[in-house]
């Protein structure tokens, strides 16, 4: 007879049953890192388990709840995330009765950094598009960044850098709900950038530093901001021991986009003061591919990259119930969607 199954939520006392799943799976990796991920840290948590009549975990699903803008309107959407089946219980649909009831309740249902044995596995659940969607990583050498832009000041435009964390959001609440209109247009599809969007995530990580970086202009209006932070060493494990900088978000004027190299080179002077020998950006969006080609920064898919480095490129991948002709392509993401930002950095951030 095959085991029933009880689909919940994870709850703070299943610390014993998440470590033993985790030992199964990854014998030689410490499991409390995985009994502390972000998603236990909700109330209720942002995970759902596969639990057996004896109380063990066959799988497990983490669902990052946030709040998306589809054209202009706002709706809930859901991140999966940490997606994990024991080998033991596979081809019996217990992986995709974990996602559709962590997809109970959202309007759109997303994931970021999808492995390829995912991304087949999304298609049976109705996901797009086929194949998944690319969006590129870009990089750059910090010093290079730092080097080109020099005298890209003769603008009139200024910058302003604070770090801020969970404890000092409030500090920039004025910045935020300025840079929140930029993502106003009835056609924008992306996160919501508001303050309650910055504290859902500051939340998961309260200790961690964050660099805010405001670009304005000779008026004194913003014309763009900047989030980045910077990883430990081997933060992102398939550039190996290398320190980065991330640049976790990038909201500006799109009009003003040509504008923004002052911007890229203060971010890449910090990230040097850091000890940070690369600065890392996903950027989904288009038309921004250009400004960081042109700011000195190259994709890390480009034929020739290829060569030295692994693709980098991160699967994207959506399935909604509202404006369903809105195709991955469509949206806007960057690295606070998903958990592509929560997943990197070392545990004692959290």
Known sequence: MSEAWTIRRVEPGDGDELAAFAKRLWPKRDPGSFVGRWWMKAKP???????????????????????VLVRG?????????????DPETRGSGLGRKLVEASLRDAD??????????????????????????RVP???????LVATRHA???????????????????DSLA????????????????????????????????????????????RRGELVALAVSRRLQRGGFSRLGPTRLTLMSELLC???HRDQLQPLFRRVAIDALRAGSELLLFPAHDPPMHE????????????????????????????????????????????????????????????
């Not at 948590?45 to 709040?67: I, N, P």
């Not at 309107?73 to 089946?85: N, T």
């Open 291 to 350: 400004v960081l080609a042109r700011a000195g920064f190259f994709s890390a898919d480009a034929s020739w990259m290829r060569l030295r480095l692994p693709r980098l490129s991160t699967r994207f991948m959506t399935r909604q119930s509202i404006a369903p002709d809105v195709g991955p392509s469509q949206w806007r993401v960057t690295a606070l969607d998903c958990d592509f930002d929560l997943g990197l950095g070392a545990d004692a951030e959290s």
């Open 151 to 169: 005298l890209a000041f003769g603008s009139g435009l200024s910058i302003e850098t604070r770090d801020f964390s969970h404890g000092s959001l």
């Open 45 to 67: 948590a942002q995970c759902f388990g596969a639990f057996a009549s004896t109380g063990s975990l066959g799988g497990v699903c983490g669902a990052r709840e946030q709040r």
């Open 253 to 255: 004027d799109l009009s």
């Open 108 to 133: 759109v249902a997303w994931s970021l950094s999808l492995s390829g044995e995912a991304e087949k596995a999304f298609l049976k659940l109705k996901f797009s598009p086929d194949p998944a969607h």
């Open 73 to 85: 309107v706002p709706a809930s959407a859901v991140g999966i995330c940490d997606w994990f089946i």
């Open 174 to 217: 004025g910045e935020i709900e300025q840079a929140r209109a930029f993502r106003q247009d009835a056609h924008f599809t992306g996160g919501a950038r508001d303050l309650e969007a910055w504290r859902s995530h500051l939340f998961f990580v309260p200790k961690r530093v964050y660099q805010a970086h405001m670009l304005r202009d």
């Open 137 to 143: 990583l870009f990089l750059t050498p910090s010093a």
